[in-house]
DNA sequence: AGAAGTTTGTGAACGTGAGAACAAACCGAG
DNA sequence: CTCGGTTTGTTCTCACGTTCACAAACTTCT
C-alpha cells in the first residue's frame, strides 16, 4: 500500500475513507478515532434537534437514545474531544453542539462543487441538508452541452472545463462526483489535479487517488445488497431449516 | 440493547445494520463476519466487470486491485464462503460470481417498494443500477396526492396507503424510504406493520425499529462532514502548525 | 518424475472498537 | 458541612477486523 496512487477505500462497513495511519510524523497526534469521527455529525444532529425544543441540559442517556448508540460509548466518543460535560448534571446542549461542530469543521463553510448532474444530481442539488451544515454548493458542472445553462435549485449547470478556474478562485475543496460509473474516474482525476482534496463518491466505481486525497463511497445498490444478504438469511432461518445444510446442499448443485 | 424496540444503527462506517450478536442459538452458525458481508457486492462488480471483458481467471491480487482492496484481505473474506480457488492458477471468474451471488441472495429476484417520491425518490426510481442487479421496484408511493398519477421511469406514483396490500401480494420484504425526516419513523413503522423486513433509509433521521428488522442508513450531509473532518485537519497540519496547540488554544477561546 | 515457480487458504500477531463497571466529581437536602 | 443520589470520564476486558507470513497445492519446465 505504498503507490503513490492508491485507492483509499475499504473499511468496516460500507462506504469509508480511512486516512492513512501514519498521516503525520508523530505517533498519537491527538487523533481521534475514525469510527468515532463518523459518529459526531449524527451527536450533532441529535444536539440540533435539541436545541430546536429549548433543551437547555441533557444527560448522556438522554442523547444517547436520540442518536440511536449506547451512553457508554456516546461517552468514550465525546471523551476523546476534552470533558465537556458536567458529572451530576449532564451536558450543555449549545456548547457541547458548538465544539461538535468546530471539531468537525464545520463551524466554516465548505464550497462544493457537483460534477454529473442527472437525475441524482438534481437531487443533490437541491438537498438543503447541505447548505443549512456548512455546505455551500458553488457550482453544477456537466459535460453535456445539452444539459448546460440550465438552471436546477438556483444554479446554472456549467461546463465542466470551467472546473479548474471555478476551483482556485473559491478554493473549493470538496467535489462531489454523481456521473456515470464509466466516466467517474476521469472526473476524479480532473478533481485532483484542479486542487480538490476530498471527494464524494456516487458513481458506482473504485477510484484510484494519490495520497493525500481522501473519497468516501455511497453505493445504493451495495446497501440493497447488504440487506439482501440479511434478508436471505432470515427467509431460510425462518423456513425452520438448518443453514449449514442448505447452504452446503446448494454448493454441491 | 435489549429492549423489544432498538434502533439497530451504529456501527464503524457510516452506514450499517448490525444484525445482533447472538441472532441464532448456535455459537457461530456460519455466520459470515459482517465487514465481510459488506465488501461481497464490491467483489461482485469487479467480477461483473472483469467477466464483461471476457476474463476467465483471475488471481488475487487482480480482483483485489479492482475491488479496491488488499489481495490477503479479499482472501480471506472469499474463505469465509468456501475455497473457491485453485492454488497456483487463481479463481474461475463466472463460478466466483455465481458462488458470490447467491451467497449474498442477488440470484433471486427482491421486490422493492420505495416510499416518498421527491428529487431523491425520483433519482433512485430511475437508477438503472437496482433492475440490474436482482432487485425490482415494485411501487412508487407518496402521500401526497398532487404527486400521485405521474409516471417515473414507466411506473406510476401511487397512494401512500396501497402499502399494505402491495407488501402482501408481491411479497415486498424491503422498503426504501426517501421521504423527510418528520415523515420517516410513520412511514417506518407503517413497513415494518405492513411486513417489510428491511429498510434503506435516506431519511437524515435515526429509525428506531423492533428486533428482526434491519436498517441501513444512507446520510448525504453526514458523509460531507466527515470529509470536512479530514479536509480540517489537513489544512491544518499544511500551515505548518503543531495540531495539539492549535486544538488547545481554540479550545480557550 | 522431480524441481522450480505461483497462488491459494489459513494460523497467528496486531490493532481497533464496543461494552461493562467503577471511581471521581457534582448537586441538593438536611 | 455531611450525606445520599446522580452522572461523567476512564479503565479494563473482550470481540472483531486487518495484516503478515507461510504451508499446502497446483502448474510448468526440464
Known sequence: MSSPRSARNGG???????????????PAERGIPEATVARLP????????????????????????AAGVNSAKLRKDL??????GTRGVGYDVEYLRYQ????????QDWPVVIVGIGNLGHALANYSGFSSRGFRIVALLDADPARQGEDVGGLGIRSFDDLEQLV??????????ATPAQAAQDVCDRLVAAGVTSILNF?????????????????????????AYHEQRKSLAEAGADLETID???KVI
Open 42 to 65: 449524527v451527536y450533532l444532529r441529535a444536539l440540533t434537534s435539541l436545541s430546536e425544543r429549548s433543551t437547555a441540559t441533557c444527560s448522556s442517556e438522554e442523547l444517547a437514545t
Open 79 to 84: 471523551s476523546y474531544l476534552g470533558s465537556y
Open 12 to 26: 468496516s462497513d460500507g462506504s469509508s475513507a480511512k486516512r492513512t495511519p501514519d498521516a503525520g510524523a508523530k
Open 168 to 177: 482556485e478562485e473559491q478554493r473549493v475543496a470538496i467535489g462531489v462526483i
Open 100 to 107: 461538535i461542530a468546530r471539531e468537525i469543521g464545520v463551524t
Open 248 to 250: 452446503a446442499i446448494e
Open 203 to 227: 458513481a458506482p466505481q473504485v477510484l484510484s487517488v494519490p495520497d493525500g486525497v481522501d473519497v468516501r463511497k455511497v453505493d445504493l445498490s451495495i446497501e440493497l445488497q447488504i440487506l
